[in-house]
């Protein structure tokens, strides 16, 4: 099964517009770890965000949102007022330290966005 | 402070030949990773190294990827010999958090054409 399900597979906006990418986790941990990635045409991942289990508020850093539900197993990301720059793919991922005995981040499909002038 | 660094960026090779890609992580980094991006694809972990050790290779295709880490800083990963659905990015990562709770830093990744 897979853990980590990113179902859109590409998203294109307006720029100035708001865009929300989904993101449906596995896992059976009690202790996990989310990250949001953005990977540019450039190629290198790049991290935005990381979500312990233990803490579901949901905060906004500049641009960017999220909505942590451990009840429906959703860490959803939104960029606000998007920007020509925020074109990439990214991806959601999941850590479990517990069962990996350290650091192994399980990646989801990946979203393309296209932010349209 | 210099990020993680990743060559060749490019790799054309016909099949059956071998290729070696090769990474040096940011400096202090114990933790580094090689993880294999299909087109249109997720990173997949291959391997996992905590300073010298492999701690986690169970993904790595044995018959034919090898990989090391000499002295716990830089790491070579090869192919021998390639195959036609080895062509894929490879990325290289390093992490100071060994435990699961921080970020990872990517390098730009070497992408394989095998023809």
């Known amino acids: 099964a897979q853990k980590v399900t990113q179902a859109q597979t590409e998203i294109s906006v307006v720029e100035k517009e708001d865009v929300t990418l989904d993101c449906v986790y596995e896992?059976?941990?009690?202790?996990?770890?989310l990250f949001w990635y953005k990977q540019p045409p450039s190629g290198e991942l790049v991290f935005l965000i990381r979500?312990?289990?233990?803490?579901?508020q949901n905060e906004i850093s500049g641009r960017y949102s999220w909505n942590f539900q451990k009840s429906t197993s959703s860490f959803n990301f939104t960029i606000t007022a998007s920007q020509v720059v925020d074109s990439a793919v990214y991806f959601c991922?999941?850590?479990?330290?517990?069962?990996?005995?350290?650091?192994?981040?399980?990646f989801g499909g990946g979203t393309r966005v296209l932010v349209k002038p | 402070e210099a990020g993680v660094v990743q060559s060749p960026r490019y790799k054309i090779i016909e099949k059956k030949q071998p290729v070696a890609f090769w990474c040096n992580p940011i400096?202090?980094?114990?933790?580094l990773y090689w993880y294999r991006q299909n087109l249109g694809q997720g990173p997949e972990l291959l391997i996992r190294?905590?300073?010298?050790?492999?701690?986690?290779d169970s993904q790595l295709p044995k018959d034919r990827f090898s990989a090391e880490r000499l002295k716990g800083v830089d790491s070579t990963l090869k192919i021998q010999p390639a195959e036609l659905g080895d062509s894929a990015v490879y990325l290289c990562?390093?992490?100071?958090?060994?435990?699961?709770?921080?970020?990872?830093?990517f390098g730009e990744g070497s992408r394989l054409t095998v023809l």
């Open positions: 979500r312990n289990s233990f803490d579901e």
């Open positions: 190294y905590e300073n010298e050790e492999a701690v986690d």
């Open positions: 896992t059976r941990d009690t202790t996990y770890y």
């Open positions: 991922a999941l850590s479990e330290p517990e069962k990996a005995a350290g650091n192994k981040l399980t």
């Open positions: 990562a390093s992490s100071y958090d060994s435990l699961g709770t921080g970020e990872l830093f």
């Open positions: 400096s202090g980094h114990n933790t």
